[in-house]
């Protein structure tokens, strides 16, 4: 390790080393008892690593806690975890104090080898990302401070359909309760992990924005604010680029990043269709999005099939989106931005995710009440699957009389396929 490492790391982590020269003798005495017939056992790595590590760009996570679920066992350093029910202060002098901590931390380890990290993580995670040779994969293995290390994985959205109602309709829905489907979700922002947004599509349908505070979002300078139900303020960043405008974001879609740098750095090339701005253009991300706080009475279509029309569950709640449905790390990077913009709930339709990235959730969900789920939409399951995911139903508010099923035909590509929305 890096003789500058932080003087507040735990002695703990100090200790082992301390004793491995009386260790390294007993084993060698051992060995001269034994007439030399063992040369030496394998050395075992202490972290998650791959057995067969290859050059790339990684992830590497490590042991010491998050902010988001950070106890205060260090000294001088103060808990940073929120109360049951409460959110991840993220402007704390407490957090800010910590996650120049664990960023000194990760820095040192990235040092020990010679790497240089693309991506620090904080919040939800701590680690960083960076182009490592095979080598140093290996190296991490045995650094005491390194949780794992995992190459960066292609992720294609993917999702399980529902089949029962949700009870949203009637005298004694949920709809009902909340005093109508116009009301259904008022004040509340939903934050959506996936492929980007449609903002043109008529579920997404919402005014300008404006630049005077009051019950609507607003734009605040480069941000937008919306005031929420529970008091608190989201401030998202509406994010242009290639076939995404500022005109994209209104009162509906108050949020739009996309997360491209850890998929450039793994040198995989994107498709010839993708846009490098929060756009859209799979509609994966769309139909989650719709299908979590869609517009209600929107005519609907598939294949010149009326449908009548749908709304999402929470028709009145705001969207904020997020494109990371690239790679490994742009993931990562999403939850711990995330993290900064107070979001009410957050979905993502994710595959079979790893150690580390279920723990990213994990931590995210401790940061504030985030409730992650996913949408229906044709999809192919892959080897493995299903993997672990609450679902949600697309909601027709009219015909036809049942919710529609949609099913994971083998012989579909691996994107989904969404209906046409005709205003």
């Known amino acids: 390790m890096s003789a500058h490492r932080d003087p507040r790391l735990p002695d703990r982590r100090r200790r082992p080393r301390a004793a491995r020269p009386l260790a390294a003798c007993v084993v060698a005495f051992a060995l001269v008892l034994a007439g030399g017939a063992a040369a030496g056992a394998a050395v075992v790595p202490r972290a998650a690593v791959p057995q067969h590590a290859a050059d790339g760009h990684y992830l590497v996570t490590l042991k010491g806690q998050p902010a988001a679920t950070y106890d205060g066992t260090l000294d001088g350093l103060a808990r940073t975890t929120a109360d049951p029910g409460a959110r991840l202060d993220v402007r704390s002098e407490a957090v800010e104090r910590y996650t120049d901590h664990l960023a000194h931390a990760q820095r040192s380890v990235a040092d020990s080898i010679g790497a240089t990290p693309t991506h620090e993580y904080s919040l939800t995670t701590n680690g960083f990302s960076a182009s490592l040779t095979a080598a140093q994969v290996r190296a991490l293995g045995h650094d005491a401070d390194v949780l794992s290390v995992e190459p960066d994985r292609m992720l294609h959205g993917r999702s399980?359909?529902?089949?029962?109602?949700?009870?949203?309709?009637?005298?004694?829905?949920?709809?009902?309760?909340?005093?109508?489907?116009?009301?259904?979700?008022?004040?509340?922002?939903?934050?959506?992990?996936?492929?980007?947004?449609?903002?043109?599509?008529?579920?997404?349908?919402?005014?300008?924005l404006g630049s005077s505070p009051g019950d609507e979002p607003y734009r605040d300078g480069q941000g937008i604010t919306f005031r929420k139900a529970d008091g608190g303020d989201f401030r998202g960043a509406c994010e242009t680029g290639d076939g995404f405008t500022a005109a994209d974001c209104s009162t509906k879609v108050i949020g739009a990043r996309s997360f491209v740098a850890g998929w450039d750095a793994s040198g995989n090339p994107l498709g010839p269709q993708e846009r490098r701005s929060p756009r859209d253009v799979s509609g994966h991300g769309s139909h989650t999005a719709s299908t979590a706080a869609g517009d209600a009475d929107v005519p609907a279509d598939i294949r010149g099939r009326g449908l009548g029309t749908i709304a999402g569950v929470a028709p009145a709640a705001k969207v904020a989106a997020y494109k990371a449905c690239w790679n490994g790390p742009d993931l990562t990077d999403d939850m711990d931005d995330g993290a900064r913009s107070p979001t009410s709930s957050r979905r993502s339709t994710r595959p079979r995710p790893t150690a580390s990235t279920s723990s990213t959730s994990r931590s995210a969900s401790a940061a504030r009440p985030w409730t992650t789920s996913s949408a229906p939409c044709w999809a192919p399951r892959a080897p493995g699957s299903p993997w672990p995911r609450p679902r949600a139903t697309w909601a027709p508010t009219r015909a036809p009389s049942r919710t529609r099923s949609r099913g994971s035909p083998p012989s579909r590509p691996a994107a989904c396929r969404t209906a046409t929305w005709r205003p």
């Open 160 to 208: 399980t359909p529902a089949m029962r109602s949700l009870g949203l309709e009637g005298g004694h829905g949920l709809w009902a309760a909340a005093g109508g489907v116009e009301r259904a979700g008022a004040g509340t922002v939903i934050g959506v992990i996936d492929t980007g947004i449609a903002a043109d599509n008529p579920s997404f349908a919402g005014a300008p």
